[in-house]
């Protein structure tokens, strides 16, 4: 079976000439859900960021669908079928709930986003209820919720995710990861960098272990639970463990 | 005193139609664009010249000093002014987005609004000149207050305007577009909006609104090379005062600035008068920096 994302020998970095990550790759299957695991500053964030479009990539390739995608516009993104939910900042606080979820959809036509709200809205009944209340006033896990909403609405088969845990209590993150494994079962493949490294072995099919901008380790999470080699990688690759 | 409200209100909606233009771009674009009061100017003048190559004034429409000529002419100055806007941010500003820090792009701003003030003089010399000759007669409204047929449509075409915005940001697509960007432009363009394409029409709306300011300037006071630079005090003052990016915060903002400056004359030397805004800013900046309506573009209650 081909891969639904292929990406090979990735380099980029915030700046053209200060690369962070050194030729990352990997693969994520239809339905399949990965995570990208590592200590701090290992470039799990600037791949997937590169990955969205938001950083350029410098060279190496990314394929989605067999499509090549690298330096993709990000606006353009969408109509790839991938979405991605950026880290903490990543609902408009300033706009309501509804219009978040219009601006998730301005890529649709009108009426095609209309009902696809709708059905967002069946969904996540939380924010129906909330629909006319500025996305500011919702905790960290309702706008975790929100952003994975609206990222849905155009209908992505690969769906990105930076850190969805972060800032959230352990009971969030139980139903944030809870309703992430819900639609790899409904076929849409999730990529996922994780800093939890447990939990993101506990969740995910397979795992890629990052250090310093390069691949160090992959494999399926549940023999990656037992590998003494990913505990000595965050402790020696001069990151804490967390 | 009620003289000094009416003329206040009238040159704070004026100053309101300018920094919305301006309040739009700062929030979406992240810099202080010092050109835009010059925009303001080039508006006015756009609109005198396109009077003066179609000639006669066309009889004005009672009771007020302009005729269709003039609506014409603003209408033409608002694409002239839009279409400066954006040769100035393809020439000037969007080279340097990205690359240079915010002070780079601050200063060619203010490069750029020199030059545009020369080509003015250059094109329309430096004397004071007026759209309509014509002695408009103010009309008594109350003891002790005049004012104008042309004030009186200045005022109402504001409160239009500023309704008309309102509804465009909160109901339109593009509208909805714009305001994400000016909270968060990375998000934005993660959604699917094309950012170039909002910032054009940033500049569009932006550009049009100062042309529009520039006319109505002219209408009620007189043209002159040097009105972007005795706006552009008053314009930072009121966009800063309602909080950047925030529409109604710079009509309000315009409108306290408008009053403060000509209630102020009656306290102390008109030639301090210029001075106000100035006093404003600081006192904005130092008590409350994000403005009195702190917010993005929308201007929305929270």
Do not use: C
Request: glycine content about 10%; proline content about 5%.
């Amino acid at each position: 079976m081909s891969a639904l994302l292929d990406v090979q020998d990735v380099v980029a970095g915030y700046k053209p000439d200060l690369p962070i990550i050194h030729g990352l790759s990997l693969t994520v299957a239809p339905q399949e859900m990965v995570t990208i695991i590592g200590p701090n500053g290992a470039g799990k964030s600037t791949l997937i960021k590169a990955l969205a479009g938001v950083l350029t990539v410098s060279s190496g390739m990314v394929r989605l669908e067999g499509r090549d995608i690298t330096n993709l516009p990000t606006h353009r993104m969408a109509e790839a079928s991938m979405a991605y939910v950026p880290q903490v900042a990543n609902v408009f606080t300033t706009l309501t709930i509804n219009e978040n979820l219009l601006v998730g959809a301005s890529s649709l036509p009108k009426s095609e986003a209309k009902t696809r709200i709708e059905r967002g809205y069946e969904a996540f009944p939380d924010l129906k209820r909330y629909r006319d209340k500025k996305a500011g006033v919702l905790s960290g896990g309702q706008r975790q919720m929100l952003a994975v909403a609206r990222a849905l609405l155009t209908g992505p088969r690969l769906l990105m995710l930076d850190e969805p845990s972060a800032g959230l209590s352990p009971l969030m993150v139980s139903e944030v990861f809870e309703r992430l494994k819900a639609l790899v079962e409904d076929g849409v493949a999730i990529l996922m960098v994780e800093q939890n490294a447990k939990a993101a072995l506990a969740i995910s099919h397979r795992t890629y272990v990052f250090a310093e901008g390069r691949n160090r380790i992959d494999g399926p999470s549940a023999a990656l639970v037992e590998d003494p080699e990913v505990t000595s990688i965050y402790l020696g690759a001069g990151g804490r463990k967390r | 005193m009620l003289q000094a409200i009416a003329d206040g209100i009238l040159s704070g909606s004026i100053i309101a139609l300018g920094a919305i233009g301006l309040t739009l771009t700062m929030g979406i674009l992240r810099f202080a664009n010092f050109a835009h009061a010059e925009l303001v100017t080039w508006g006015a003048y756009m609109a005198l010249g396109v009077l003066s190559l179609t000639g006669a004034f066309m009889g004005p429409l009672a009771p007020f000093s302009f005729g269709v000529p003039l609506l014409m002419a603003t209408l033409v100055a608002m694409v002239a002014t839009a279409l400066l806007a954006l040769a100035i941010d393809w020439l000037v500003y969007r080279p340097l987005r990205g690359r240079a820090n915010h002070l780079t792009l601050v200063f060619g701003s203010f490069g750029v609004s020199l030059l545009v003030r020369m080509v003015i003089l250059l094109l329309f010399g430096g004397a004071a000149q007026y759209y309509s000759n014509t002695l408009q007669i103010a009309m008594k409204v109350a003891p002790g207050l005049r004012i104008m047929p042309d004030q009186i449509f200045t005022l109402g075409l504001t409160a239009v305007i500023v309704v008309a915005l309102h509804l465009f940001l909160q109901k339109t697509r593009l509208g909805l577009s714009m305001r994400a960007l000016a909270e968060n432009p990375e998000l934005a363009r993660v959604n699917g909006i094309d950012t170039r394409h909002v910032v054009r029409w940033t500049w569009i709306i932006g550009a049009s609104l100062a042309a529009i300011a520039g006319v109505l300037y002219g209408l009620t006071v007189q043209l002159r090379p040097e009105i972007g630079f005795h706006l552009l005090l008053p314009l930072f003052a009121a966009a800063i005062l309602g909080g950047v990016g925030n529409v109604f915060g710079a009509v309000i903002g315009g409108l306290i600035v408008g009053l403060a400056e000509s209630i102020s004359v009656l306290f102390i030397p008109a030639g301090y008068k210029l001075a106000v805004p100035f006093m404003i800013l600081l006192l904005v900046l130092y008590i409350r920096p994000t403005g009195i309506f702190a917010g993005t573009v929308g201007g929305g209650k929270s």
